[in-house]
């Protein structure tokens, strides 16, 4: 029997061939590419509506299918969000891309992009925050909720986790996703490679 | 979230110039955390002298900028993965203004549309800084939290509501106190018998005395220590059976607390909490904190005056001795202490890798029929043994543990009497001191060792009492969301329902319904039309508030609906759902819930009118038939009609229709449609409905899309302006031509 995914659906895939991507002067990753978002699934919030003297939004308005004031999507430039499919799995493969109507495509390899690959990467690491643990420096539970001050890549924190246990997602064997009570997340990469000290007091939660 | 590095001085440079640029006054603004390349600064957006002042503080460097507002418009909250921002349009270029991790989330989502505000309206900037902030600490708490996480209840909280709940039963435990005086008392005069049985008789010189005389006092001596075991035993029998009556007391009067206070909670209130989460809370916490007050508590009593006692009894005979006893305790609680951590976190783990193994099993025969029909069982049986294997490891690590460290402990805490033994033998080898006293101190010495192997359990059992506490008194304490105002009315309602500019979100982020105006007479019935996710069902929720509008007003004939009491409102509101959930018990009780005085006449009319009464008569056991999980099981239109009989027989003012015959073939909906068609005569309706068709007996639509009411009007009406809902009964009549098609060619 012919496979049902075959010809009912079709991912739009961005490649250097059909789009390109640039960074505007105030560090926002724009797209260039006649495809436009596929499905609106969001309708556009009021203001996030174009003003068609902008600059970026001048040639992209196209009437809607029905020739009424609905618009339908935009093609040209304009600025994208970036969301990992499998983040943990892949941060620079499969790569949803969207403006603000909807999913335009996705990027099977951020590689693929030659020179703008840095950009998009770099748009990639600065929408995924999350702390990377190096050293526990005191971790203590009380009532429920465990109470932590660590050492990040980014510097020196405290916070709060609810329900230790569930709040730690086990990525893989050795890399781990903690989520504080604000959900700020803090990652371990490898949570052998920590020092004695620390490795004792998350063993407990494990 | 918080850099701990700024601790040490006492302001940091924003602080300080905040406090430069605002004086007295409260800063008006907000804090951020972020760069837009993710380095952690300190960050403030100030609103000062109709300016707005940028503050960024970055390793000890604090850089200052004034904002142009008036370039910037379309100010907009973004949230990317653990971070927020907000980004806008400054002259005509996309511009990110500020960057900060989730903890500021709500902070930054507000001030994004303050700002918005300033921009269009001409507004002043709204003081942000009054947030819900923990009185304690300071921290930002979540929208939802009542309580800040950071300062939970402290021991000496726990100590207060410990006593609290202990206080009505205050006699019974001061006389149980007393009865462990009693039975102390006697225990220590124990010993002193033995002594004089050992010295006097058992040890004497018999030829020099009587025979008969001294048989006979070891007899009275011997009946002595049996009457004295006798009456320790029935005080102990006494004494256990009232606290056990008063342990009960307090289990049931904590449970009916927990659950009043879960009922009365609004549902965004629970839905904070998982049910299984409540459920360990209202039957396990409370019994752990009565186990607390009804023994552990008074067994603290009897042990530590034992241990005293005892302890001036041997001091009493010999101060050396008593050291000898006494030194080896430090050590075997230090031992104690040390792998204190280590079994506390064991504990932990068995507790939940056992949680973990019943999840995976709940899971398993929740879905039993996703399983069965994909065929998985395998894999689920797999996922079981692995979990149960987890279990398994776990408790056996616990098992050795506990096997090891039980005879180690009680070995060393032992090591004293053998010292004393040596001691006391030499010295009835000297003469100083006789059998019985030999025979006394090691009783006494058998006494003190029995308080401290309990004591060694006592922080583990005061750790455990206290979380349960926390964990009951976090319900019990929490400020319901949605409360009755304090001269909350009672009155029949007529049923006018009025929305007047009415914005509302679940997570005071993203709007799901704004600016809403509508008015619905007494006894009209009005369609809701919408794109799924487009917020109708929240609109219903709103009109039973089970959620409270953020702004704008609800009224029910004129009058705010936050004025009427809950009771009031729900009990004159019936709803019909698309889920419709019958409780375990018949189909009579089911019916009647709502209204449980209801005659079975009326139960029969109500069955009628909603056209289940002929299905239930075809059930061997009638209205008696046993539904929910063990019973009989309903089809979906047939627990659909007994919904409906159930909201039919509260006769309720305004009715509530939310997809109330989505996924029901056609001829089961004409059936649900007319027993509808009963129930909404004379009543005031609001109804969702996917079949555009279950709508034609409504009075007027309101179509909503983008989260707001873009069209209103009769069926008539919105056709003929071919809008989105011409647009929508196009694709409906699309589709019914192409299922028609499909079921010709079949």
Known sequence: ?206 | MKLIKNKKSNLSLIEKRIKELCGENKPNGFFFNLTQDNHIVKGALLFVNEKFIKLTEKDNDLEEDEVDITSMKDFEFCTAVGLSYIRCLKNGELYELCRADMRYNSELSAAAKALNKVVREKKSFDNLSQKNVCKKCGKILKDSATKCPHCSMGKKGVLKRLYMISKPHLPIVLLSVFLFFVTTAIQLITPQIQKSMVDNYINADVSSQNIVHVTKGLFILVLGLAIANLLVRIIGIFRNNILAKAGNKIVIKLCSMTFEKVQSMSLSDISKHTAGDLMSRISNDTAQISRFITNILPSLVEQSLTFVSVIGVLLFYSPKMTLFVVAPIPFVLLLHRAIHRYTHSLYHKQWFVNSEANTVLHDIFKGIRVVKVFGTEKQEIEKYDKAIKNTAIVSEKNEIIWNVLTPVSTFAFGIGSYIITYFVGNKILEGTMSFGDMTMISSYVAFIYGPLRWASRLPRMIMRTFTSVTKVFEVIDETPQIADSENAMNKEIKGKIEFKNVDFSYDNMNDVLKDINLTVSPGEMVGIVGKSGAGKSTLLNLVMRLYDVNSGTILIDGQDIRDYSQECLRSQIGAVLQETFLFSGTIFANIAYANPSASREEIIKAAKLANAHSFIMKLPDGYNTFIGESGYTLSGGERQRIAIARAILVNPKILILDEATASLDTETEKLIQDALKNLIKNRTTIAIAHRLSTLRNATKLYVIDKNTIAESGTHEQLIQKGGIYSGLINAQREMHKISKESDNHE
Not at chain 1, 25 to 47: H, R, V, W, Y
Not at chain 1, 109 to 114: I, N
Not at chain 1, 120 to 140: C, G, H, M
Not at chain 1, 155 to 172: E, L, P
Request: charged residues 30%; contains cysteine; glycine residues 4%.
């Open chain 1, 1 to 206: 029997m012919e496979n049902i995914l075959e010809n009912t659906v079709e991912i739009s895939y961005l490649t250097p061939e059909n789009s390109s991507f640039f960074v505007t002067d105030n560090g926002f990753l724009m797209i260039d590419t006649q495809l436009k978002a596929q499905s609106i699934n969001e309708p556009p919030k009021e203001c996030r509506k174009f003003d068609l003297n902008d600059t970026y939004s001048k040639n992209n308005i196209k009437s809607g299918n029905n020739g009424n004031k609905i618009v339908s999507a935009v093609i040209g430039k304009r600025a994208v969000h970036l969301r990992r499919a499998f983040p943990f799995d892949y941060p620079y493969k499969y790569i949803s891309v969207s403006d603000d109507y909807g999913e335009i495509g996705i990027i099977l390899d951020v590689d693929l992009f030659g020179e703008s690959a840095e950009y998009i990467k770099n748009e990639l690491d600065t929408k995924y925050f999350a702390p990377k643990i190096i050293q526990i420096v005191s971790l203590k539970e009380r009532f429920g909720y465990s109470y932590w001050k660590v050492k990040c890549n980014k510097g020196d924190y405290s916070f709060t986790v609810k329900d230790t246990f569930r709040n730690i997602i086990h990525v893989n064997d050795k890399r781990i996703f903690i989520t504080d009570v604000d959900s700020n997340r803090y990652e371990i990469e490898d949570i052998y490679s920590l020092d004695r000290n620390s490795f004792r007091k998350i063993e407990l939660y494990l």
